[in-house]
């Protein structure tokens, strides 16, 4: 079920961890963010020891360090909210530079600042290293609702259709003269989307007719074997494992 090219945000490559299989990828990024949240925000040191474990996997992995941060840019709203909880904070006041800023509310925007960086830094790591449709077979194999994720399967595939569809709609609006410039144009465009709407349902509905003939009974068949042997579960787990064992330091 791939949309016949890489992802955006995937790097190819040849590396052990694109290797691994996407289950044993899936759990470790989970089982990272786990310990960076369980982690207590006074801790510098361990929010540190973190980043050095994720800098190694890019390394590893041969993703540069400014592919990384180009893609953190999804961060943004984050930090902007964590600069804003020091001067809207109650509590205990300090001033920094002149402003009148919150104690309680600096150690809630380190918080979320450390712990949002080191989350949104492990996602980018296994996007860039891990196509989305096998991320998506990954979830598959770790028993994860069927359902959710052939909805997910297939919003991957047919996003580039839906997009596609939206801009062949824009150009014909535009081929005709119109140009959205105010607020009296907006029934215009509430008729384009309902029509994208019914076309994409559409769609759906002849995409899953012909799913039926082709005998769908409410599963996907896997076709590639992604089963994962214990040194590859051992590999994948190495960083949630050493980020456990830097936080039982300081315990």
Known sequence: MGA???????LPGGSVVHRLPPQCKLLAVFAFAVVVVATPRERFWAFAAYAVLLGVVAAVA?????Y???RMVIEVPFVLFAFLIPVIGLGERITVLGLSLSVPGLWAAWNILAKATLGVAASILLAATTEPRVILIGAQRLRLPSLLVQIAMFMLRYMDVI????????VARESRGFEARNFRHIPVIARSAGALFIRSYERGERVHLAMLSRGYSG??????????????????LALPAAALAVLGLGL
């Open 219 to 236: 599963a996907m068949p896997i076709i590639h074997d992604m089963s994962a042997s214990a040194p590859q579960w051992g590999t994948a």
């Open 163 to 170: 997009m596609d569809e939206m801009r062949r709609m824009r």
């Open 4 to 10: 016949g090219h890489h992802h955006q945000l995937y």
């Open 62 to 66: 041969r993703v540069p360090a400014a």
């Open 68 to 70: 990384i941060v180009r």
